[in-house]
């Protein structure tokens, strides 16, 4: 028997999505057609494919990015609400982050000195580290950070040398949506180790820096970003020196932590000042 398909315009007008929200749908994968004509290109679907797009509808106006859409999709039952329910945890997080950057630029923009974080000094020893390094976007960067550090990780495991201390980030450049590093992911190790094609080896100098923590609920990038800037601002008017570039360290904890616990610090190696 011939299978009923309905032609992509009577889906749209089911679904009320454009006819061109579906044909990205359909070259992502993520609703492609049941059958698409070879000589017209004309697509046509199955009925039960109206159900698939509504859902897909109802997570995009949620803000969830299509990648993830597929995923929730394809899970189906009861892991379906729990891939949903963790990316709404993740969005909270984003948005308690932003509340907290916007305070801080709203401080920073009436003139106020703001208060709301507390920055210390600590020293840091001369370290041998492994490093990686690209040019990348604020949405490109969480997807840096995990590549690259498992990248170093599995070749530290593979020469046999150990960690000697947190993994960290230098920022040699401004990350935002707009801007693009660069950006080095560094892990120390005491052990003997070479370079091996896009990890280098290098000796970070000893320093003294300026620093603030971070907790999970805090990490968000809106947020790290006014932290940077408040660390930048605190040597400014304390006549500091900037020395190298600024830095993120991330504890062990950084993937599993609860909403308050500390899981990183913003720092910012520094030269004091004459009056220090």
């Not at 100098?205 to 940077?228: D, K, W």
């Amino acid at each position: 028997m011939q299978e009923d398909l309905i032609a992509i315009g009577e889906l749209a007008a089911r679904t009320r999505l454009s006819l061109k929200a579906l044909r990205l749908y359909g070259d992502r994968g993520l609703l492609p057609p049941a059958r698409t004509d070879p000589r017209t290109g004309v697509r046509r679907y199955r009925p039960a494919q109206v159900e698939r797009a509504r859902r897909i509808a109802l997570l995009r106006a949620a803000g969830m990015p299509l990648a993830r859409i597929a995923a929730v999709l394809d899970a189906g039952g009861a892991e379906s609400v729990r891939l949903l329910a963790a990316y709404w945890r993740e969005q909270e997080s984003v948005h308690a982050a932003r509340r907290e950057a916007a305070g801080y630029a709203r401080a920073v923009l009436t003139g106020r000195n703001p208060t709301v974080y507390e920055i210390a000094e600590r020293e840091v020893p001369e370290q041998k580290v492994l490093f990686t390094r690209s040019q990348v976007t604020a949405a490109d960067l969480p997807g840096f950070l995990a590549s690259s550090s498992e990248l170093l990780l599995a070749h530290l495991r593979q020469t046999g040398a150990c960690l000697s201390g947190p993994i960290f980030a230098v920022f040699d450049g401004l990350v935002s949506e707009d801007s693009d590093g660069p950006v080095e992911v560094c892990a120390p190790t005491l052990n003997p180790v070479e370079p091996a094609g896009r990890i280098g080896v290098r000796i970070e100098p000893a320093h003294r820096e300026a620093y603030l923590t971070r907790t999970e609920r805090q990490a968000g990038f809106a947020a790290m970003a006014a932290a940077h800037d408040a660390v930048g601002a605190w040597l400014t008017d304390r006549g500091h020196t900037r020395s190298a570039a600024n830095r993120e360290v991330y504890y062990p904890n950084w993937a599993t932590a609860g909403p308050d616990e500390h899981v990183a610090d913003i720092a910012v190696p520094f030269r004091p000042g004459s009056g220090a």
